[in-house]
């Protein structure tokens, strides 16, 4: 067990945010040659109803930071627990990132993945500055879910399942 505060260890840090369990979501976007892009993010979470906006946060060091910054559009893909590979998968940009993998055009054309627990197609409403990422806000234009799916969590820097411990 770790106790206590450090104001200064960035790894404490990041162990003291990874108390906050999350679900995991891949983001997907178009590139400027109309390339689909996607990467693995936990950072998503909502914020307003009225409008209807979302965030996730973007670190500045990730390989397809340029995409993700200047997209018009994106989609937030909320995982179910089947699909933890697919988190694997989009956290690396090493391959292929779109061959073999189940998914359709969303109204903007951006890749919507086959069997998430919700889909989230937004417009890209705000760009602000996070220190070492950048929080994107997007007003959503569509949306889907279904209500009989196990989410995937993660928690502790680890994947989880509802129920875990
Ligand atoms: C569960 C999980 C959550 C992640 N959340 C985010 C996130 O919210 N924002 C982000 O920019 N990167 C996040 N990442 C990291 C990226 O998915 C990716 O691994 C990172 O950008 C390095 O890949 P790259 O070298 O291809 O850019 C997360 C990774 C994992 C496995």
Same mark, same amino acid.
């Given at each position: ?45 909502? &914020? ?5 906006? &979302? ?20 989609a ?30 969303g109204?903007?054309? &951006? ?10 197609e ?44």
């Amino acid at each position: 067990m770790q106790t206590g505060t450090n104001a200064t260890d960035p790894r404490e840090f990041r162990s003291a945010l990874g108390q906050f369990a999350t679900g995991v979501t891949v983001i997907t976007a178009l590139d400027d040659q109309g390339q689909p892009r996607g990467i693995t993010a936990n950072s998503f979470s909502s &914020v307003s109803l009225d409008p209807m906006l &979302v965030l996730w946060s973007l670190g500045r060091g990730a390989s397809a930071f340029e995409v993700f910054s200047q997209a018009e559009h994106f989609a937030i893909n909320v995982l179910t627990l089947e699909q933890q590979v697919l988190s694997n998968h989009f956290a690396t940009n090493d391959h292929e990132q779109f061959k073999g993998i189940a998914c359709s055009n969303g109204r903007a054309g &951006v890749p919507v993945l086959d069997g998430c627990a919700a889909v989230f197609e937004c417009e890209t409403e705000h760009r602000y500055d996070g220190g070492d990422h950048v929080i994107l806000v997007g007003r959503v234009q569509c949306f889907s879910y279904r209500d009989d799916a196990q989410p995937l969590i993660f928690h502790g820097g680890q994947y989880a399942r509802l129920g875990d411990g």
